[in-house]
């Protein structure tokens, strides 16, 4: 079966760090380009940041830039998402996904500028909330 899940997610406060994983099973990340989104009550979903498989460059959202970084540990088949600096602008759920991506076919709007219906895969989401 061919699934992300996720972990890692919980209460922090602002200025705090937290660390989330998508560990990723039937799929081999090194094949996909991954893509974090965000979601917060009542508000659209958005980019959090994505890698571009094709040259390994991470692309970031409006408001995530010189805070977080997506680590990938391709021997454990998981990849990392991870926050620094959290403000409670961050609270949301927060979403893996991923998108075949090589040099011989790429799908097309996963990175830089990602569409979502791009993305086939997707984790089940975890709750990150920064409130003190």
């Known amino acids: 079966q061919l699934q992300l899940v996720e972990s890692g997610g919980g209460l922090v406060q602002p200025g705090g760090s937290l660390r989330l994983s998508c560990a990723a099973s039937?799929?081999?990340?090194?094949?996909?380009?991954i893509a974090w989104f965000r979601q917060a009550p009542g508000k659209e979903r958005e980019l959090v940041l994505c890698?571009?498989?094709?040259?390994?460059?991470?692309h970031y959202g409006d408001h995530t830039k010189g805070r977080f970084v997506n680590v990938k540990d391709s021997d454990k088949n998981i990849t990392y998402l991870l926050m620094g600096g959290l403000e409670p602008a961050d609270t949301g759920v927060y979403y893996c996904?991923?998108?075949?991506?090589?040099?011989?076919?790429?799908?097309?709007?996963?990175?830089?500028?990602?569409?979502?219906?791009?993305?086939?895969?997707w984790g089940q989401g975890t709750q990150v909330t920064v409130s003190s």
């Open positions: 890698i571009d498989n094709t040259d390994g460059r991470a």
């Open positions: 039937g799929l081999r990340l090194d094949y996909y380009s």
């Open positions: 996904a991923a998108a075949f991506c090589m040099d011989y076919y790429c799908q097309p709007n996963v990175c830089p500028e990602p569409e979502a219906t791009q993305y086939s895969y």
